[in-house]
C-alpha cells in the first residue's frame, strides 16, 4: 500500500460501563494514532451496527473486529488489534 492511502475507519455504537449506546472514539484512539504513524489519512465514518470497527482501503473492507476488544485510549504500540489492523492496511492493494 503506498504512503499516505485513505483509510476510512467505520465504527458503530457501543455501551461503556452501563452507560448508553452511543458512538465514542474513545477506543479508537489507538488505531488513529498507529494508521497516521504510517502516514495514512483517516476519515472518521460512523455506522449502524453495534460493536463494530470496519477499516476501509480502496472501498475494500480490509480489517474489522468488535470496538470493546480495542484497548481504552493510548497510542497503540501495546494493542494487538492495532497491530493486526495496520498489518492489514499495508497488504491493502
Not at 481504552?72 to 492493494?93: H, I, M, S, T
Request: proline share 3%.
Amino acid at each position: 500500500m503506498p504512503e499516505s492511502a485513505v483509510v476510512i475507519l467505520r465504527y458503530g455504537p457501543y455501551s461503556a460501563v452501563n452507560l448508553s449506546v452511543e458512538h465514542r472514539t474513545f477506543r479508537l484512539q489507538g488505531l488513529q494514532v498507529v494508521l497516521a504513524k504510517d502516514g495514512h489519512k483517516v476519515i472518521l465514518e460512523k455506522i449502524e451496527d453495534w460493536n463494530v470497527v470496519e477499516l476501509v482501503v480502496n472501498e475494500e473492507v480490509v480489517f474489522h473486529c468488535n470496538i470493546n476488544d480495542l484497548e481504552f485510549g493510548g497510542d497503540g504500540k501495546l494493542d494487538p488489534l492495532c497491530q493486526e489492523a495496520r498489518v492489514a492496511v499495508l497488504n491493502a492493494y
